[in-house]
């Protein structure tokens, strides 16, 4: 069992006090429909309020079933915490996608920085993960109508993580959402080490209703329109439910926001002597470099004196023929003392930035959609029900992240070559295209079909034994299309076939004549199209599975009541497989961010469960159950066993103490065994070492001179993970004032093996810190003791030459020892009914992540990382019911963390910074501030058929800062839950047809 609570109201001075000063708790509770019998009867305590209804205590309903048990329960309350929300109020909130909602509660944690859809190269443009608990979005077991779906077919997390995508689920058709955060393997087996979100679809419906809605964001983009039509009809022994959702939103792109025009929107603590003397360089949008040395750390900004290439400057007005795009820069560099800028500087020729460096980059997708979904009942007789539901969900997201760009990604094209047509040597070039050049042909589509296919029987033996055999199929499929490189092609275009060879200075260069007039004037889209590639990389997945639930709510009594029990017996069986463009990876084919996943693979799974719910007197009930899971496939995985046990005692009236203790299983992911040894070309990265090696603080992802090849696959000897978890707390009514309780519960996770995917960042900056003992900021390296197993694995796992340069990385999941988290929710609700003024409902909830501890091998210190994350997350409602009009007032905040550089160096007046331990060096201790938003929701009754309304979302239009030392594209501190797209207003019209 579970204790369910419904997100309700709290005054509107707890809303601000919850947003302001965050140690307030909240809770609130009701019923839901049957997740496993969507036909039981049930009441909503949040659609009573609706009507008038005066609040009541905990009642006896008639086979209630929420996530958290199978068994019917004759109380709203149990053992563990599950917050629910319907579907109208995720609404009124004003999101207007079952994600974003989701996202936003307390005890979801925002997705790591590979997860962002605006992140440079990321695929997957439709799909989003929830992370509950900050465990990774694979520990989160999602539900539809109770029932496993099939996992999304791409990987994500740059080819790492399997994942279920709850983008694709229409908000629409959700009746409401459950969600349990805590772990529960012994109920629902694997991936339900953080919790389980429950997502219930409409059943029940009679008449004909369509509503549509449209707006988008005050600021420019993200243009939104929606239109539902849901019917139902019925007789004597059937009900027929249909339901059709058409939803279309724009991209939100870079050049909505005008603050994310170039490099030189980072923060003012990144700008180094070169950019505090001369103004920030813009990143180089066609250049090309001359004769001298070249700089491979930072190719086409050269950083001192015979470190780097001159360039080659553009003939005049070149680089203003591309309109706005490019202009002329003159880029020169200042020599440096200690932490002195010396006089002097160094003019090293111009090129043509780009001014607008991600203008062209899409900060939101967009995203079309067309949904339907049908589901229906018919009854033999009063003991058996038939059941079937079918729904389809297409769509298409657009994106772009970056536009195409020719310059030297592999070795057998022309770099460090004669250019006969300007007599120099070209040591590095680059040249940007642009979206005028391309037309239309530089975004990035994907295109989904996701159905799912359930059918069964159901109904009642031998008088109170309930029993429900259902069948069911799905199947997720992706073609994504993108813009691809034919790189020899380019070359071809640009610079011809080679012309031979020359020596100069006894070095032998081949030679190429530079086409000067295709490389510093716009080309048109039909010289485009004769390099151009389009590629396709498709991937599938989909599950089958047979489900037996037996229940019985009093399989016989004891002196203290009846004893309920449960059975549920799983057949499941999944298959993946990554198909990406046939075409392959080489230089005349190529995925534009160097991407080549493959791999596929399947696994047959068998369970059985069981749980009892057992009281012990008339004021204490003990719940226990327990599960085997057996595994087939190609990872150790073989017999899981997992249980659980909780406690629910009501000493005196309006009081419920409860606790929870139980243990998880997770088998390792698809995607951890099964994706194959795959290749991408990286050059577009970080290197820590070299940063640590000239004191470069800001270590900025740029283009570099040397690319490399980063191996990556999944392992077959990865060791399932198994873990742990607990709860406490209790539900107070409080006495005297009627429809006021407050809750607060404690939970706590452990996972052992927890498997953790080494990915290139994670690699690079492991191996830096095992060589130097320091990181970036110069601060210690404290993550794994120096000379450890993992620090010599993490050295060999990245190759480099005599100069240091990297020839390849590999990375790949591997188990780590431990993994805690633990924390605080906490809710505090009010509802007021009053004869004049209306009713009111008013809620609070609160969470506070006290600890996330972690190590990689046991000799590695225990570290508490919850200053690297939000620690606490407030979510507050207001909402008030008055004859035809219904307003809701939604307030989140979303607790500060650390800046970035926290704990290294400020930045000296001149841009230096100094090492920690330089006399001149004062540590930075900066924070970025807490979230806050608000948002607004009004609707009216004209009559019985016709209701409007209208949603604003982010009230006061704000959007994430930029904070001091931010630097890099992704300048806004997103793990807040901040974003690009400010104010939106939807306006909606509601006609009831019948």
Known sequence: MSKIHVRRGVLASSLALALFAPHVFAQTSTTSTNSTNPQATTQSASSSSQQGATPQKAQTLDKVVVTGSRIPRSTIE?????????????????????????????????????????????????????????????????????????????????????????????????????????????????????????????????????????????????????????????????????????????????????????????????????????????????????????????????????????????????????????????????????????????????????????????????????????????????????????????????????????????????????????????????????????????????????WDIHTGLRGTVFDNWDWDFNLGTSKYIVHEDYTAYNYQAMSNFFFGQQLGTTTIGGTTYPVYAINSQRWWNPITPAEYSTFAAGGENSAVSWMNQATLNLTNGELFNTWAGPVGASWVFEANHEVYSLAPDPRGFSVTFADPFFNYYTGGGTRTRFSTATEFRVPLADTLTWTISGRIDKYDDHSSADIAKTWGTGIEWRPIDGLLVRGTYGTNFHAPDMQAIYLQDSVQTVGNYADPLQCIQTDNRTCANYQHSNYFNQYQGGSYNLLPETGHSWTYGFVWDIPGVEGLSFSADYWHMGVNNAIQWIGLQQALTDEAGCLTGLQVSGAPYIAHPLGSQYCQEAIANVVRDAAGNILSVHTGPINIAEEYVSGIDSSLVYKLSTSNWGNFKFDLNYTNNLSFKQRTDLSDPLTNTRYQYPATKSVANVNWYINKWDFTLHGERTGGMRAANYGGCETLPNGIQPSLGDPNCVIYTGNVPGWVIFSTAASYNINDKVKVSLNVSNIFNKVGPITEYAGGFEFIPEQQGDDYVGREIFATVDWKID
């Open 78 to 450: 149990g053992p563990a915490p599950v917050e629910i929300v319907t579907g109208e109020q995720i609404k009124k909130e004003g999101f207007t996608t079952l994600w974003e909602f989701l996202d936003s509660m307390p005890q979801v944690s925002a997705p790591d920085f590979a997860n962002r859809v605006s992140t440079w190269g990321n695929s997957a443009v439709n799909a989003r993960v929830v992370n509950l608990r900050n465990l990774g979005p694979d520990h989160t077991l999602l539900l539809i109508d109770g029932h496993r779906v099939t996992d999304y077919p791409m990987p994500g997390d740059n080819g790492e993580t399997t994942f279920q995508n709850y983008n694709n689920i229409p908000i629409g058709m959700v009746d409401h959402v459950e969600v349990l955060g805590s772990g529960a393997s012994s109920i629902y087996g694997s991936d339900a080490v953080a919790g389980v979100i429950n997502v219930i679809l409409k059943k029940n419906y009679e008449g004909d209703d369509i509503k549509v809605t449209a707006g988008g964001a005050t600021m420019g983009g993200r243009q939104y329109g929606d239109f539902l039509y849901t019917g139902g009809r019925s007789g004597d022994k059937w009900h027929l439910m249909y339901t059709y959702e058409h939803t279309n939103r724009s991209p939100l792109w870079g050049s909505d926001r005008s603050y994310t025009d170039s490099d030189a929107d980072a923060g003012y603590g990144a700008y180094n002597p070169i950019d505090r003397e001369f103004g920030f360089p813009r990143s180089p949008g066609i250049f090309l470099n001359g004769p001298t040395s070249f700089n491979s750390t930072n190719p086409g900004t050269p950083g001192s004196p015979g470190a780097g290439s001159a360039y080659v400057s553009p003939p005049a007005g070149s680089c203003s023929k591309f309109g706005n795009e490019f202009s002329q820069y003159n880029y020169k560099s200042v020599n440096t003392s200690g932490d002195s800028v010396l006089p002097g500087a160094t003019n090293w020729g111009s090129y043509c930035q780009q001014n607008a460096l991600y203008e062209n980059w899409v900060l939101s997708p967009g995203y079309r959609a067309d949904n339907f979904y049908v589901a229906g009942e018919y009854d033999f007789s009063e003991a058996v029900q038939a059941y079937a539901s079918i729904g389809l969900y297409t769509n298409t997201g657009t994106t772009n992240t970056q536009l195409p760009e020719f310059g030297p990604a592999f070795g057998s094209l022309p770099n460090n070559f004669y250019d006969q047509t300007s007599g120099q040597i070209i040591t590095n070039y680059g040249r940007q295209l642009t979206e005028a050049e391309m037309g239309t042909m530089g975004n990035t589509h994907d295109y989904e079909t996701n």
